[in-house]
C-alpha cells in the first residue's frame, strides 16, 4: 500500500497495560503503581489525552483489573479513551485484541507502552507527521553502549554501533499494515516479538518504518529500580510545572479564595469556590455536600460563633488528570485576639478540584487533625513552621 499524504486519517492511540510486571514484585499491575503520586497508566493517558494529534484511544488492560482501569478513566477525565478491553497473555495477543476492536476504517495507529510513562507531545507529533509520508514509524534513540553479538557465552560479533537504535514507544502503523502483518504471522509461535516493529519487520519487509528521535527519558518501567527512577523523573516534571502551569495557579487561587472567605467571616465568598456538589469534611468528622447547604452550615457558624483565623501554606498541587487537580496544604488556628497558632488544632488541609465547562471548582475539601499521636515534636515543628507564616502575615 503507498502512503497518501494527502489522505485525511484519524489517528488512535492504543494504550498497551494488558502486563502483571511479575518482575517487579508488586501485588498489582506495574501500570497502577504511583509515581509521584499517579499510577503510570495515568501519566501515560494524560500525555495522548493532551496531544492535538490523537482523535481517540483505545485502552488494552489486564482482564482482572479491567474495573480498576475503567475507574481510573472517568476519574482522570481521559474523555478520548473510547473502550478499555481485555488484554492477553502476551503483548501480540493484546495488540490483536485492540486491532479485533478498531473497527472497518483504515486509521493511524500509535501504540504505547503504558510503563513509558514520559512519553512527550512532540513524539506523538513526529510520529503522525511521520505516517503521512510511510507506513510505519518508531520512536528510537542511538545506543551509547557498545552492543555484543553473543553465543554460548562467547562473543561473535561487535556492530557498528553508529548503526544501531534502541526502540521505544509510541510505534505507528497504518492500521491496514498493522493487521496485514499479524494476518501473515498467524499462530506461528516463532512469530512473537518483543514490540509491534519486530512483527511488521519480519512478515512486512517491503513496508518502510521510519526512525524519529526518542529520549533517554523515555523510559519503560519494569524492574524496582526503574520505578525509583520513574518517580525521581516524574517528580522533577511535577515541580516544573508546577512554577509554569497556570492551571496550578488556578487551583491554588481557589485554596486561597477559601480560605480568605473563612477568615473574612463571609460565608457566601467561602462556598463560592466550590462545585455545586463540592462536599467539605470538617475537622471533627462532619460532612456538608452541595454548595448552597455550604453557605447556609458557614452563615450559621459565624452567627453563631467567634471563629478563628487560618494561617496556611501549600506544601504541593499536582494533576491528577487533565481536568482533575489535587492540593495539599498545612493549617493551624489563631484565635481571636491573639497572635500564636494554637497547636491542638493543626491540621492538614486537602483540595481536590475539577474543571468544569473550562472553570475549575472544588469538590472535596477536607481537614485532617495533625497531632501526630505520641510524637509532640512533630507538632512542634508543624507548629513553628506555621506561626513563621503567622508572624509574616500580621
Known amino acids: 500500500m503507498a502512503p497518501d499524504p494527502d489522505a485525511a486519517r484519524r489517528t488512535i492511540g492504543v494504550v498497551l497495560a494488558g502486563g502483571l510486571g511479575t518482575r517487579i514484585g508488586a501485588d498489582v499491575p506495574k501500570q497502577l503503581l504511583e509515581i509521584a503520586g499517579q499510577p503510570l497508566l495515568t501519566h501515560t ?22 474495573g480498576q482501569a475503567e475507574a481510573l478513566v472517568v476519574a482522570g477525565g481521559f474523555t478520548k479513551v473510547s473502550a478499555v478491553v481485555e488484554g492477553g497473555p502476551t503483548r501480540d495477543d493484546s ?21 513509558r510513562p514520559f512519553v512527550t507531545s512532540a513524539m506523538i507529533h513526529d510520529c503522525v507527521m511521520a505516517l503521512a509520508q510511510a507506513e510505519g514509524v518508531v520512536v528510537a534513540i542511538p545506543t ?35 493487521r496485514r502483518a499479524y494476518a501473515l504471522a498467524g499462530d506461528d509461535a516463532t512469530a512473537s516479538a518483543t514490540d509491534n516493529c519486530g512483527v511488521v519487520r519480519r ?25 525509583a527512577v520513574a518517580d525521581l523523573l516524574a ?3 511535577v515541580a516544573a510545572a508546577g512554577d509554569h502551569d497556570p492551571e496550578l495557579g488556578a487551583v491554588e487561587g481557589l485554596y486561597r479564595a477559601l480560605i480568605a472567605g473563612w477568615n473574612a467571616r463571609d460565608a457566601a465568598a467561602m462556598s463560592a469556590p466550590f462545585a455545586e456538589d463540592g462536599v467539605i469534611i470538617g475537622y471533627d468528622g462532619s460532612l456538608t455536600s452541595g454548595r448552597a ?65 473550562g472553570h475549575w471548582r472544588v469538590v472535596l475539601f477536607q481537614n485532617t487533625p495533625a497531632q501526630f499521636h505520641g510524637r509532640p515534636e512533630l507538632v512542634e515543628e508543624l507548629t513553628r513552621e506555621l506561626q513563621a507564616v503567622a508572624d509574616q502575615d500580621s
Not at 148 to 173: K, S, Y
Not at 204 to 213: A, F, W, Y
Not at 304 to 332: F, N, S, W
Open 235 to 237: 517528580r522533577r516534571r
Open 95 to 115: 495488540t490483536r485484541r485492540a486491532l479485533d476492536a478498531l473497527g472497518t476504517d483504515d486509521c493511524n495507529v500509535l501504540i504505547q507502552d503504558a510503563a
Open 293 to 357: 447547604a455550604l453557605a447556609a452550615d458557614m452563615a450559621q457558624i459565624f452567627a453563631d460563633h467567634q471563629t478563628a483565623r487560618y494561617v496556611v501554606k501549600v506544601r504541593e498541587t499536582m494533576p491528577l488528570g487533565p481536568d482533575a487537580r489535587i492540593l495539599r496544604a498545612i493549617a493551624g488556628l489563631v484565635p481571636p485576639g491573639q497572635a500564636q497558632v494554637k497547636p491542638d488544632v493543626n491540621a492538614h488541609q486537602t483540595l481536590v478540584a475539577a474543571r468544569r465547562d
Open 45 to 66: 493517558l494524560t500525555a495522548f489525552e493532551h496531544s492535538a494529534d490523537i482523535d481517540s484511544m483505545l485502552l488494552v488492560m489486564t482482564p482482572e483489573f479491567r
Open 144 to 178: 551509547s553502549d557498545t552492543v555484543l553479538e553473543v553465543d554460548d557465552g562467547t562473543v561473535t560479533g561487535v556492530p557498528d554501533r553508529r548503526r544501531l537504535r534502541r526502540a521505544q514507544t509510541p510505534q505507528g502503523f497504518r492500521l491496514s499494515t498493522l
Open 203 to 227: 512478515f512486512l519487509p517491503e513496508v518502510v518504518i521510519r526512525v524519529v528521535e526518542g529520549s533517554e527519558e523515555n523510559i519503560k518501567v519494569t524492574t524496582g529500580t526503574d520505578l
